[in-house]
């Protein structure tokens, strides 16, 4: 048995992070990312199969004298992983120095953790995700007294008390209608009571601060009326001014406990402008969508590096798996889009790192076109990870409905991802807003125009079949914007999916550089622009069986 590393077996997450981080930030990350990625492969994987099978989450609701004390237990091992995540910065950095560098961090790096974390633990990303995003929202909009008390406890790295975050938008009456919302907000001077419901609170119980969206005494109905306010945690429940009522039973993602929060004049904090509450939370949202993407690739690493070592290894009828024309296609296909939408939502990482500074100076249009990425790559990556799940069951055949195998925690921890932080639906309908208020499909024909023309003269004769792509989404846009409202919200879902097959497919093109790498680099790009672009059911010369020793073995070890 080999020891595997999910960071040093992956080429393409440290290409990423060479090409990106400055020489002493890559040759930092990468000593991290090594301890990190053993870690991830090794001890963390064992903890996340344990919580997922026989440690989860439980409400002790009651103490033994009856009264309502609403805690959350987990086990041992999730409260290790818990302590060596989070003391590795992945949500302290993008706000604090690195004391090795003298310098803060950013979400490149903090993205590359998450993504090695998800190939073991996507359950327990989401409380990462949700202190991210209350990092997020305390830093940019929390008045300083506040910030002062509270972000240091949110992004402590150790050196003080950990507060997990938590963001609770949803009700039972409002779901992803948010605008419904009516849990109240009542002023007392310097502070408020809330009272009401939340009734999906993911991180309930082991949160330290919660952020939570509720509507002042007076407020307009909408989400114009909605406000942000700082929940602490520990200190309501004491007091018994919030509960939980009980834990969902979900399908997957079992490490994390959301439940069902009850308000009972729970002491709360106004964070910035009280008609700004549901902007902020929103600007959090695509923090979060952005780790969706990221849990997605990370699922989807996790899928194929099952189904190459599965079929490298499994005899039958006299032959490895791998020896198959059938089996060849799939790996082959699998590894393509893997590594090329690995690329693309790094592509949006760094994006979302130039945006989403603070002291950063951009634009109404460079904030949406971020938009515009972050919700066709969030839609893609969760939509791909579900899929790259069931191909390795079906790879592993029997076994791969067998809970010995981690197959069945990808395929049910890879559903919720197409429903967490927005569905396709919603997802569509924000593509739909962006057109509408920006004519954003402008802007993003035009950015990957010009990328096209700063490819490699050698990657230039596999664009057509893209350029073809754009010409056909031009028109089809003048069509629908012709079109009555009704028809127009029939297809949001498919302009995001032909949007983020474009954006893919220039990314594929930007990989192909002189140098030792371009032989596979270019096949990689071909066979991901013929599947997407000019995939056909029968071919004579199967680009697959052409490439396929060039990209599955090339620097791919089996590592079972």
């Known amino acids: 048995m080999v020891e595997r590393n999910f960071y040093t077996e992956d080429i393409v997450l440290q290409r990423i992070l060479k090409k990106h981080l400055g020489h002493e930030f890559f040759d930092y990350a990468e000593e991290r990312l090594t301890e990190f990625?053993?870690?991830?492969?090794?001890?963390?994987?064992?903890?996340?199969?344990?919580?997922?099978?026989?440690?989860?989450?439980?409400?002790?609701?009651?103490?033994?004298?009856?009264?309502?004390?609403?805690?959350?237990?987990?086990?041992?091992?999730?409260?290790?992983?818990?302590?060596?995540?989070?003391?590795?910065?992945?949500v302290a950095y993008p706000h604090k120095e690195i004391p090795e560098l003298g310098q803060v961090g950013n979400y490149l790096y903090s993205y590359a953790q998450g993504y090695?974390?998800?190939?073991?633990?996507?359950?327990?990303?989401?409380?990462?995700?949700?202190?991210?995003?209350?990092?997020?929202?305390?830093?940019?909009?929390?008045?300083?007294?506040?910030?002062?008390?509270?972000?240091?406890?949110?992004?402590?790295?150790?050196?003080?008390?950990?507060?997990?975050?938590?963001?609770?938008?949803?009700?039972?009456?409002?779901?992803?209608?948010?605008?419904?919302?009516?849990?109240?907000?009542?002023?007392?001077?310097?502070?408020?009571?809330?009272y009401g419901e939340k009734y999906f609170a993911s991180n309930a119980g082991m949160c330290g601060?919660?952020?939570?969206?509720?509507?002042?005494?007076?407020?307009?109905?909408?989400?114009?009326?909605?406000?942000?306010?700082?929940?602490?945690?520990?200190?309501?429940?004491?007091?018994?001014?919030?509960?939980?009522?009980?834990?969902?039973?979900?399908?997957?993602?079992?490490?994390?406990?959301?439940?069902?929060?009850?308000?009972?004049?729970a002491k709360a904090y106004l964070v910035g402008d009280p008609k700004q509450g549901f902007k902020y939370m929103m600007e959090a949202l695509n923090l979060s969508r952005v780790c969706n993407a990221v849990a997605s690739i990370g699922i989807m690493r996790r899928a194929y590096v099952e189904a190459r070592d599965y079929a490298f290894n499994r005899e039958a009828f006299g032959?490895?798996?791998?020896?198959?024309?059938?089996?060849?296609?799939?790996?082959?296909?699998?590894?393509?889009?893997?590594?090329?939408?690995?690329?693309a939502t790094f592509d949006v990482v760094n994006l979302f790192d130039q945006v989403m500074n603070k002291d950063a100076n951009v634009t109404e249009e460079e904030q949406a076109l971020l938009r515009l990425y972050i919700a066709i790559m969030k839609k893609e990556t969760a939509e791909q990870a579900i899929h790259y799940s069931h191909e390795a069951i079906e790879m592993h055949g029997g076994n791969g409905f067998i809970e010995d195998f981690v197959t069945p925690r990808l395929l049910r921890d890879a559903q919720v991802l197409t429903v967490w932080e927005g569905t396709a639906n919603i997802l569509g309908l924000e593509v739909l807003r962006l057109l509408e208020k920006y004519q954003i499909h402008e802007l993003f024909l035009q950015d990957l125009?010009?990328?096209?023309?700063?490819?490699?003269?050698?990657?230039?004769?596999?664009?057509?079949?893209?350029?073809?792509?754009?010409?056909?989404?031009?028109?089809?846009?003048?069509?629908?914007?012709?079109?009555?409202?009704?028809?127009?919200?029939?297809?949001?879902?498919?302009?995001?999916?032909?949007?983020?097959?474009?954006f893919e497919g220039v990314v594929a093109l930007e990989q192909i550089e002189e140098g030792l790498t371009f032989e596979r680099d270019f096949a990689v790009a071909e066979v991901f622009i013929h599947q997407t672009f000019r995939s056909s059911k029968y071919n004579q010369e199967p680009l697959a069986l052409k490439y396929y020793d060039l990209i599955v073995n090339q620097h791919h070890p089996v590592s079972i």
């Open 209 to 265: 601060v919660a952020m939570v969206l509720a509507r002042m005494e007076g407020a307009p109905s909408g989400t114009k009326g909605l406000s942000l306010f700082l929940v602490p945690w520990e200190e309501n429940r004491a007091n018994q001014q919030l509960s939980i009522r009980r834990l969902k039973d979900k399908l997957g993602v079992r490490a994390v406990p959301s439940a069902e929060v009850e308000f009972q004049g």
């Open 449 to 502: 125009e010009a990328r096209l023309r700063h490819v490699t003269p050698k990657a230039q004769k596999l664009t057509d079949p893209i350029k073809e792509k754009m010409e056909r989404l031009k028109e089809t846009l003048v069509k629908l914007s012709q079109a009555p409202d009704d028809v127009k919200l029939m297809y949001p879902k498919k302009l995001a999916k032909d949007m983020s097959d474009l």
């Open 37 to 90: 990625g053993e870690r991830v492969a090794g001890i963390i994987d064992d903890r996340a199969k344990h919580t997922d099978r026989e440690g989860q989450p439980k409400l002790i609701k009651y103490d033994k004298m009856g009264d309502d004390v609403s805690k959350v237990w987990v086990n041992e091992g999730y409260m290790q992983t818990v302590k060596e995540t989070y003391n590795t910065g992945i």
């Open 319 to 343: 032959n490895k798996l791998n020896h198959y024309p059938m089996v060849k296609d799939t790996l082959v296909n699998m590894l393509a889009k893997l590594e090329v939408e690995t690329y």
């Open 116 to 194: 090695l974390l998800s190939q073991s633990e996507p359950g327990f990303y989401c409380p990462v995700t949700l202190t991210m995003a209350t990092a997020y929202l305390i830093d940019h909009y929390a008045d300083g007294e506040l910030r002062d008390q509270f972000l240091p406890h949110v992004i402590s790295t150790g050196e003080v008390e950990l507060y997990e975050g938590a963001t609770f938008l949803t009700e039972r009456q409002g779901g992803s209608d948010v605008g419904a919302n009516v849990v109240e907000a009542v002023n007392e001077g310097d502070s408020y009571r809330l």
